[in-house]
């Protein structure tokens, strides 16, 4: 029966290893965000496994100060009062698995229950086009 359940792993193992894929293998194409430099938004200094943010013109019209407002008067809602384009990254104890693009203005919370059970709002970062910024009471 052992000998089995190894043929079986082995199979599923050799299946998932053998999965293609449409990323390029070329070592000089950046393939993911690893080593983005978090306070940026953009890729580190002679990282080569990290997808420069292009804002292009989004940037030039973009209204920082107005996003900034929005996210801080977004602390203390509950959770059902949230837009549905709201991303919650943590919810109490919960961790959520999330993209890691980069869109201007996209808003990211952290939810906290309150005595009467109801989560709320007690973070939001905000993309921006100098990288993403975290507001907190």
Do not use: N, W
């Amino acid at each position: 029966m052992r000998t089995t359940h190894a043929a079986v792993l082995a199979a599923l193992l050799l299946a998932i290893a053998g999965c293609g894929s449409d990323v390029p293998t070329d070592p000089d194409t950046p393939t993911s965000d690893v080593g983005a430099d978090p306070t940026s938004g953009m890729c580190a200094p002679g990282v080569t496994d990290c997808v420069d943010v292009d804002l292009g013109a989004d940037a030039d019209a973009f209204e920082t100060e107005t996003e900034r407002e929005t996210a801080t008067a977004m602390l203390g809602l509950a959770e059902d009062e949230l837009a549905p384009d709201v991303r919650v990254g943590r919810r109490g104890d919960e961790q959520m698995a999330l993209t890691e693009d980069y869109v201007l203005g996209r808003k990211t919370v952290e939810l906290d229950e309150d005595d009467q059970g109801t989560y709320r709002v007690v973070s939001v970062v905000v993309e921006l086009p100098d990288g993403p910024e975290t507001i907190t009471p």
